[in-house]
């Protein structure tokens, strides 16, 4: 069977509903719906479970999870031949999400997109169907996120949903290999954030890394579609709209901030970027 898997944009993050554990004795079976209106995750604990969904047909076993969808059609496909017991989680998610196969090539360029810091987006991925290798694990924070339910609502939410992004985690897979080149852009990218602030050049990057600058400049393009000093200036001006909404400095005092040494050359990037000067950027804002 082709593997598939259901990626999410992220955030919002997909949330937790309800759940709870359920078994089936030997000879029962799991009931026929449509249109749940929810994605139904389930994890097995003991036995095998037999469900379809359309065309597709799955045999779960112990240690073994299954996503339904939320609009189509779910059915068993045999009776429990032992009895079987299993952890169903219902999620809702409000940000856009697509099933796609796990072959389906993923370009850098779409990968960027959703790992670019200015809209602080990511893409989350489950796989429809998989094997958990540390099982007991999440055996044990499903039952701690089922136990939170039991609580007071006021008190038990922010538990719950937490618990819930462990499952989640869990659950998620990169579907990109993680390349030495993935990786040094990852690094390079991490550096600019904590330095942005500070002199930076491509001699400097490629100085820290121990590699040449071509080199450098290759794999950024590979990894955000931009070159190091573009992506430095990019998050350079994130950082100084964040300023303009969060203090009264001066123009002068936020570009020196973020790095600009001329304060002509950052209100021209600023406009460029955001259609505003930086203050007129400001005066929107502070509109009542």
């Keep these: 069977m082709e593997k598939s898997y259901l990626s999410f944009s992220a955030p919002p993050l997909p949330y937790f509903v309800e759940g709870n554990s359920t078994t089936f004795h030997k000879g029962q079976q799991h009931p026929a719906r449509r249109n749940l209106g929810f994605f139904d995750i389930i994890l097995v604990r003991e036995g095998t479970l037999c469900i379809g969904e359309e065309a597709l047909k799955w045999n779960i076993a112990a240690g073994e999870v299954l996503i339904l969808e939320p609009n189509k059609y779910h059915y068993s496909t045999a009776r429990c031949a032992s009895d079987t017991t299993f952890y169903w989680l219902h999620m809702q998610s409000p940000s856009y999400w697509m099933e796609q196969s796990a072959c389906t090539n993923i370009s850098s ?142 123009l002068q005092q936020i570009a020196e901030e973020v790095g600009f040494t001329r304060q002509g050359y950052f209100s021209k990037s600023f406009k460029a970027k955001y259609g505003l000067s930086p203050s007129q950027y400001r005066q929107d804002m502070s509109k009542a």
């Design 109 to 250: 360029t779409e990968a960027i997109t959703s790992l670019h810091y200015h809209t602080e987006q990511t893409t989350i991925h489950l796989p429809k169907y998989q094997q958990i290798p540390h099982r007991h694990v999440l055996y044990d924070t499903v039952e701690n996120l089922l136990q939170s339910t039991t609580q007071p609502r006021s008190f038990a939410f922010w538990e719950t949903q937490q618990l819930f992004m462990q499952v989640l985690q869990h659950l998620s897979y990169n579907p990109m290999p993680q390349h030495t080149s993935l990786r040094l852009a990852e690094h390079v990218e991490m550096y600019i954030k904590q330095h942005y602030n500070e002199h930076i050049t491509n001699a400097t990057l490629a100085k820290h890394f121990h590699v040449h600058e071509n080199y450098l400049a290759r794999c950024m393009k590979q990894a955000f579609a931009c070159t190091p000093l573009a992506y430095l200036a990019a998050y350079r001006l994130h950082q100084s709209r964040l300023l303009f909404l969060t203090t009264d400095w001066s």
